[in-house]
C-alpha cells in the first residue's frame, strides 16, 4: 500500500515552454501533498505545500506564477513549470499524506527528472 | 526554525564493514518527527524510519540500527556488515508535528556512501 506514482519520469522540453508533472495516490487518498526539488549532488527542497481544493502554500524563493500547483482531487496533485528555463532544470518529487491522521508519514513519488534545453 | 546536519558528506567502505551515518537536528519543538531515507542512483526515495521524539528507544532491523539521543540531538544511522547494494546517498529528515497536515520536512544535505567490493 501507499504508493505514489509521477508521471512522466523523465522528460525535455524547450526553453519558454511549458511542463505539467502529475503526481498521483493510487491505493489511498491524500489530504496533503508536497512538492520537492533536487538539484545534483544536492538535498530535496520544498518547493510548495498543496491541500486538497486549496491554494498551495509555496516556501520562501519560490515563484508561484512560475511553478503552478494545482491539487484538484484527494488523489491528483499537478505542477506545471511555465516558461521554462535551463536553470529550472531538476530532479522534482512529490509526496503524499494520507487522509488518516497521527502517522506525519510522507509517501514519496519516484521522482520526475526535467531537462530544459 | 527547524535544521538536520549531516556532517560527513561522502564514506567510502569496503564490504562488510560497519559504517555509521551523523545526523544532528535542531528544532525548538518538543513534539518531532526523525527520518531517514535511501535514495539510490535511480532516485527514489526509500523509507526506512520514522522515530518520534517521545521515543528514545534504539532500533534494530536486520542490518541497520538506529541511535536516538535527544541529550545530544542526534539520530545516527548504523549499517552492519556493509554490502555494496547499500551504496546510496542516505537521507535524514526532521518534521515538527503540526495539525492539520501541514507539517514539513525539511532534509540534511545527504551522506553518499560508497561500499566497494
Known amino acids: 500500500g501507499a504508493v505514489v506514482s509521477q508521471h512522466p519520469s523523465r522528460v525535455i522540453c524547450k526553453s519558454g515552454t511549458s511542463v505539467k508533472i502529475e503526481c498521483r495516490s493510487l491505493d489511498f487518498q491524500a489530504t496533503t501533498m508536497f512538492w520537492y526539488r533536487q538539484f545534483p549532488k544536492q538535498s530535496l527542497m520544498l518547493m510548495a505545500t498543496s491541500n486538497e481544493g486549496s491554494k498551495a502554500t509555496y516556501e520562501q524563493g519560490v515563484e508561484k506564477d512560475k511553478f503552478l500547483i494545482n491539487h484538484a482531487s484527494l488523489t491528483l496533485s499537478t505542477l506545471t513549470v511555465t516558461s521554462a528555463h535551463p536553470e529550472d532544470s531538476s530532479f522534482y518529487i512529490c509526496?503524499?499524506?494520507?487522509?488518516?491522521?497521527?502517522?506525519?508519514?510522507?509517501?514519496f513519488g519516484p521522482g520526475t527528472r526535467l531537462t530544459v534545453t | 526554525a527547524q535544521k538536520v546536519t549531516q556532517a560527513q558528506t561522502e564514506i567510502s567502505v569496503v564490504e562488510k564493514e560497519d559504517v555509521t551515518l551523523d545526523c544532528v537536528y535542531e528544532t525548538r519543538d518538543t513534539t518531532y518527527y526523525l527520518f531517514w531515507y535511501k535514495q539510490p542512483p535511480s532516485g527514489e526515495l526509500v523509507f526506512l524510519i520514522r522515530?518520534?521524539?517521545?521515543?528514545?528507544q534504539n532500533e534494530i532491523s536486520g542490518r541497520y540500527s538506529w541511535n536516538f539521543q535527544k541529550s545530544t540531538s542526534s539520530f545516527n544511522f548504523t549499517i552492519t556488515a556493509s554490502q555494496v547494494v547499500d551504496s546510496a546517498v542516505y537521507f535524514c529528515a526532521l518534521s515538527e508535528a503540526r495539525k492539520g497536515g501541514s507539517e514539513k520536512l525539511v532534509f540534511g544535505k545527504g551522506t553518499k556512501l560508497t561500499v566497494n567490493p
Open positions: 509526496s503524499a499524506r494520507a487522509i488518516q491522521t497521527g502517522t506525519y508519514e510522507q509517501y
Open positions: 522515530r518520534n521524539s517521545f521515543d528514545e
